[in-house]
């Protein structure tokens, strides 16, 4: 995309795909040459043959996604946008340079479709009662065996892609406060409350100190960041939640602790958390307030 040199799904029926093909290959070819690496790649007529085949496939799907959104958004439908990695894999304001190639914020979803951001009108933030990362990069509130192996187990925490074990730790409040900044997050879904049941205690990190200054936003330079100790609040842990009482009941049916611990989160970043998960299935969710109304 960068290099101007992509193949886009307008592309697939151009007349002039077969060009495009070749101009793509001849720099990958060159890539690899000058990285010392044989391949065998397949012809430009392959791949031209190959792509004319899925664009017939796919011709019925495809329109103008920018225009059929604003479209929907105008005359008043409801239109959902998902993103798939947290904002500290954002190319512009992530952990650079251990980030993703694309915006994960929510600008990303306007520079995605084409809709403008003035339709963003709510941001739901979706954050895990404790802190994950998969990958390299500075993570302060990081902890070690055998905690986090628990909290790994428990949580399920292996990348959906990669199968890679996830590093785990204690929520960052630094991190999400810049999270909720950087993508204007209107209201917080609080996911996992169920992984910290039973542990001694339960930390959130407030605050870095760093050269023996006191932060409470991220700062830009990596190597800082890398410093960072967390300045902790702590606080009981709770309980394995009761799901039949919660399913009946709901939010009133959570441990005290757990409800303290949701609070505090809401004090700290002033945001609402809006929707409390407490396991994986459907069921298994309490919604405090619609997250999508007025």
Known sequence: KAWRIGI???DLFSSDLESKVERNRAVKAALLDGLGLEADLPTTAEVTEALRRRAGEIRDMVTDTSRFLVESLESDRWVLFEGAQGILLDV?????????SSSTGVGGASIGTGVPVRHLQRVLGVVKAYQTRVGEGPMPTEISRPLAERLRVKGGEYGVTTGRPRRCGFLDLVALRHAIRVSGITSIALT?????????SVNVAKAYMINGKHHTTPPADPAMLARAEPVYDEFP????????????EGYEAFPQELKEYVQYIERSTDTCVNIISYGPK???????????GS
């Open 282 to 292: 459907r069921d298994e969710t309490v919604v405090l307030r619609d997250p999508w």
């Open 8 to 10: 886009r799904i307008a």
């Open 192 to 200: 996992k409350a169920d992984v910290l049941c039973g542990l001694d």
């Open 92 to 100: 512009d304001f992530g952990t650079y340079p251990f980030v993703t």
């Open 237 to 248: 842990a709770w309980d394995e939640i009761d799901r039949d009482s919660v399913r009946r």
